[in-house]
């Protein structure tokens, strides 16, 4: 099923510093004039920058997730498969000896719901992220700061003093990539950008200290289904090849593309859809659908995630309506 495309969704962000941030590079420079920690730099519109890695960003987003399935769910994999038992592993010590000798459609549904999302060691991700560089170079403020590690023995300094730089102002665009998602796990990205938005959880360095809060701005998402056309006159979105369709302001995740045989087989839930304010419209080329929301109004992004974190309240509470 995960070797074609039936739903893609695209969120356009960006981050803004609520406070000093940093991400360390990985090695000390050779120049004695620069802090002992040094933000990291890439070259980018022309000159060098500092910049977000999304390995960073992606790494502090599925923490949070998994924060958030554990709270929800639960952290050990259940004796029997039940797609409404949620539960998030601990992938660095997990061993994953219940996905050996698996066919592919058996090692999906048996992984966590959070590795079903951000990929094991047998089974991709199926979200990605960009690095997020600035949107104006000459709006990004660098400062240098000192800092001593003190001996929580003899309260005197034990490392120290050191320097480090930290981004106090500054926008940060980037995008996040999902492919062939459930509404659900959509719902979750959209309650851990909330959550980071909210200042529960934060980026890089010494997030203990202070550091690492960010304010989280919605540029644009758009939702595409390439194997599906638009049906202007009885406004209503089919698929090209095989049967199926659905009206033109629906929301729809993986299972609603999948025959009832092959949805079983990898665990998506069937009905997977939900209502919007948003019109489909042709793809680009006149070939495919897609639905956008623009901005953070009432009808921007929050919208797509509102509409998606009701499919995750399915999967939790029984009687929330369909």
């Known amino acids: ?167 106090t102002a500054g926008e940060f665009r980037t995008k996040i990539h999902l492919k062939n998602f459930s509404l659900a796990q959509l719902g979750l990205i959209g309650l851990v950008l909330r959550d980071l938005n909210d200042g529960w959880f934060g980026i890089g360095f010494a997030k203990s200290r202070g550091l690492g809060t960010v304010t989280v701005n919605f540029n644009e998402a758009v939702v595409q289904y390439p194997g599906c056309q638009l049906d202007q006159d009885n406004r209503q979105i089919k698929q090209i090849v095989k049967s199926g369709a659905w009206g033109h302001v629906l929301l729809l995740g993986a299972g609603e593309f999948l025959e009832a045989d092959e949805a079983k087989k990898y665990g998506f839930s069937q009905p997977d859809r939900e209502q919007t304010p948003i019109a489909a419209e042709e793809m680009d080329l006149g070939f495919g659908v897609q639905l956008k929301w623009q901005g953070d109004g009432e009808t921007g992004v929050p919208n797509l995630f509102k509409c998606a974190v009701h499919a995750w309240s399915k999967l939790l509470i029984p009687g929330v309506a369909a």
């Open 1 to 167: 099923m995960h070797k074609r495309f039936v739903n893609h969704c695209t969120i356009d962000l960006s981050l803004i510093p609520d406070g000093p941030i940093l991400i360390k590079s990985g090695k000390e420079g050779a120049d004695p004039t620069k802090p002992d920690m040094e933000f990291v730099e890439t070259y980018h519109a022309g000159g060098r920058s500092i910049y977000l890695p999304g390995s960073s960003l992606k790494g502090a987003i599925r923490a949070h997730a998994e924060r958030i399935v554990r709270t929800v769910g639960r952290d050990t994999n259940p004796s029997n498969y039940d797609p409404k038992n949620l539960w998030a592993n601990d992938p660095l010590s997990d061993k994953y000896e219940y996905l050996k000798d698996k066919s592919s459609s058996d090692i999906y549904k048996l992984s966590s719901f959070t590795d079903q999302l951000f990929g094991n060691t047998s089974i991709a991700s199926r979200l990605r992220i960009q690095d997020a560089y600035p949107v104006d170079k000459k709006q990004v403020k660098i400062q240098e700061r000192n800092g001593v590690a003190i001996d929580r023995v003899f309260g005197s300094v034990a490392v120290g003093p050191f320097n480090y730089q930290v981004c």
